[in-house]
């Protein structure tokens, strides 16, 4: 169903699905609510889940304003929308770029978040220079996806080196999803929201109090470098590593994700 964020009025896509205390879902970029189909089923047995298509992504708006997608403007379009589905508190749970934005938003609104589960994100760049450089390389990408449309980009995207440790068929199973995307949103996604354009959190990570998980797949090597420090930094953070999984562990792992997830939802 389609919602529209207020004050914003950018209206998002949101599914919901079962059962007991509310866990909100924030995909990675270029995906969409069903990309957690993969775990939606068992999850809705114990939760109520909230499947937010993100701006630019799926069905929800891919509005040209570049503004629109920063960080503090979704994250409050987010608040927007779980008040209008009276959901006071839930679980976050975002995966890349959506636990990027679910750390944010934890950092920003901590009174309105039970707890956090991050899968394979992180804070953002420290170095300001590396920044510098991903910012360039996002913009780049932005241009050429503008200027070669949707498909031009799902072969790209799909031969990408993270991607290594996933089968033909899990590949392929994203595809016709990430074909369905809007070359807009996905473009102004990375202008605004991407790994070189949010703020760097790595100092506020000491004061985030919530309860969290994070969890990274064993053949991710840069991301578990990534979480382990993270932990080292935040009073409440514990880290899972999920076996043979690479960046996208509920995809590739569903039943070792679920168990990492409801492991850590019996001890908050």
Not at 250 to 266: G, I, T, V, Y
Request: glycine share 8%; net charge neutral; aromatic share 6%.
């Amino acid at each position: 169903m389609l919602i529209s964020a207020t004050p914003s009025g950018q209206r998002y896509n949101v599914e919901a699905r079962g059962k007991g205390e509310p866990l909100a879902l924030l995909h990675g970029f270029s995906g969409a609510a069903s990309t957690w189909d993969s775990i939606a089923e068992e999850l809705a047995d114990d939760f109520q889940l909230v499947l937010i298509d993100l701006l630019g992504h799926g069905a929800s708006d891919a509005p040209r304003d570049t503004a629109r997608y920063r960080m503090e403007s979704v994250a409050a379009d987010i608040v927007d929308l779980l008040d209008t589905l009276g959901v006071a508190k839930p679980h976050l749970l975002g995966y890349s770029m959506g636990g990027r934005l679910a750390l944010f938003l934890a950092l920003r609104y901590p009174t309105r978040i039970s707890s956090l589960i991050l899968e394979s994100a992180s804070p953002g760049l420290a170095d300001e220079r590396a920044q510098a450089r991903r910012r360039q390389d996002d913009n780049i990408l932005a241009e050429k996806i503008e200027a070669r449309g949707i498909a031009w980009f799902v072969d790209y995207w799909e031969r990408r080196p993270l991607w290594a440790s996933q089968s033909d068929e899990q590949i392929g199973r994203q595809r016709s999803q990430r074909l369905a995307n809007n070359p807009l949103g996905l473009a102004n996604c990375l202008r605004a929201m991407g790994a070189g354009a949010q703020p760097n959190l790595w100092g506020a990570l000491p004061s985030l109090a919530l309860p969290t998980c994070l969890i990274v797949g064993e053949r991710d090597a840069k991301f578990r470098q990534i979480n382990q420090a993270m932990r080292a930094a935040m009073p409440k953070a514990r880290v899972t590593i999920i076996p043979a999984a690479g960046h996208n562990t509920h995809l590739e792992q569903p039943a070792a994700f679920c168990r990492a997830l409801r492991s850590f939802m019996d001890c908050v």
